[in-house]
């Protein structure tokens, strides 16, 4: 049995959100014993790199939001061979989430539900996570930002700003969750009288900050897969002519059959994601960027999300249940 294998399933003994975290740290300990690339065999990082949005991709296969809530493992990650991670989603200050349990794993429907709510240890000390693994991390960078839980809808618009800035010297990009639905009211944000103003307002402070760069820092918006065709189209357009760079389709669920609360992921999130894709697609063109994110669980997936016109894929469940089989597996996809 390979390390991998072994691993994953000692894993499934612990309890989800201890099993996460015990995954993660083990990983960093055999990163700091030079043991990395000897239990986790990689072919090579730089397959099929891109250029997108002013950025170097080395592969197109990256973290999705959440894995790395607070920026201590992004440079482990990257050593894996994932060509990109975005950390977070950060918030403006430490929220300790919504109270447990609050993370639920299937392992035989390869199903994940969360509503673990922005647990994280807030932006000031992230960014000190960040400076300090940066250097080690051969990678694109995404930084997840996300409203505080008490902040209310109409003012969420200061937080996002604020992370902005926070933020503006080391992420290489932007990705604006609006989409997590386990704090409240943020989905809201994709309602008419809030989407428009928060994008407006998303695009001048990028336009600040981005003053003395040679390039501007790219905004990705996280869609729900949960949105309405019609609300879909209007933001997706809005976004587009306002300047947004890309999309990230799709964030978990709320549309399903467990009686648990929180969002789900992992393989019975493939077909949602995949028809969110399709739809986008045909609806902005060849040129605006798309991750895919969603039931990403095999080598198929993967190459089915490029045919579906997808620039990068994100893995979130599939790494979970998978590990670095997966993670090999898709950077074979991504080279043909
Ligand atoms: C436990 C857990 C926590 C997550 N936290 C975040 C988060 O903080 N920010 C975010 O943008 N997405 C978050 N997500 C959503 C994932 O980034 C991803 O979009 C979603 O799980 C769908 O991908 P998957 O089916 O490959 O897991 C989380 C998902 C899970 C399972």
């Not at 969603?294 to 998978?322: C, H, P, W």
Request: net charge positive; charged share 25%.
């Amino acid at each position: 049995m390979s390390f991998n294998n072994f691993a994953l399933k000692f894993s499934r003994y612990l309890p989800p959100e201890q099993s996460n975290k015990f995954s993660l740290e083990a990983l960093k300990i055999i990163s700091h014993l030079n043991l990395l690339d000897a239990l986790f065999p990689k072919k090579t990082k730089e397959i099929n790199s891109i250029n997108l949005m002013g950025l170097n991709f080395p592969n197109r296969v990256g973290v999705a939001g959440g894995l790395d809530k607070n920026a201590n493992y992004f440079h482990i990650l990257g050593k894996l061979g994932f060509g990109f991670v975005e950390v977070g989603t950060v918030t403006l200050k430490p929220q300790s989430g919504n109270p447990k349990p609050r993370l639920y794993r299937f392992n035989d429907q390869e199903t994940i539900i969360n509503s673990l709510g922005f647990n994280n240890i807030g932006a000031f000390k992230a960014l000190k996570n960040i400076e300090k693994n940066k250097k080690n991390f051969d990678g694109i960078l995404g930084i997840s930002i996300g409203k505080g839980k008490d902040i209310k809808i109409d003012r969420a618009h200061e937080d996002y700003l604020h992370l902005m800035d926070f933020f503006k010297d080391v992420g290489d990009y932007f990705a604006i969750n609006i989409s997590s639905p386990n704090t409240k009211d943020l989905r809201n944000l994709t309602k008419d009288d809030y989407f428009n103003n928060l994008v407006d307002k998303i695009m001048n402070k990028r336009e600040q900050i981005s003053k003395g760069f040679s390039a501007k820092k790219p905004i990705i918006v996280k869609i729900s897969p949960d949105e309405s065709i019609d609300n879909l189209e209007k933001i997706v357009t809005y976004c587009k002519q306002s300047g947004v760079d890309g999309f990230i389709l799709t964030n978990t669920s709320l549309d399903h059959d467990y009686k648990i609360p929180g969002g789900l992921s992992g393989s019975q999130l493939r077909h949602k994601a995949e028809e969110s894709l399709k739809f986008v697609r045909s609806i902005v063109g060849q040129e605006t960027n798309i991750i895919a994110s969603g039931g990403i669980m095999t080598k198929e997936d993967a190459l089915n999300r490029f045919k579906l016109k997808a620039d990068l894929i994100q893995l979130y469940s599939g790494f979970v249940f998978r590990g670095n089989e997966l993670l090999q597996d898709c950077l074979e996809i991504s080279s043909t």
